[in-house]
């Protein structure tokens, strides 16, 4: 999982990319390509 200050540009890798705010922190998940991984902050 990478961590980055902004996740904009992670989002665009792939088109299965969503953006989810889980416990105050934003990630982006891949349902089909788990290897698209990111948290912010």
């Known amino acids: 999982?990478?961590?980055r200050?902004?996740?904009k540009s992670l989002r665009g890798r792939h088109r299965n990319?969503?953006?989810v705010?889980?416990?105050?922190r934003v990630y982006v998940i891949n349902?089909?390509?788990k290897r698209f991984k990111a948290r912010q902050g």
């Open 1 to 3: 999982m990478k961590v």
């Open 17 to 19: 990319n969503r953006l």
């Open 31 to 33: 349902k089909t390509n």
């Open 21 to 24: 705010r889980r416990k105050g």
């Open 5 to 7: 200050n902004s996740l």
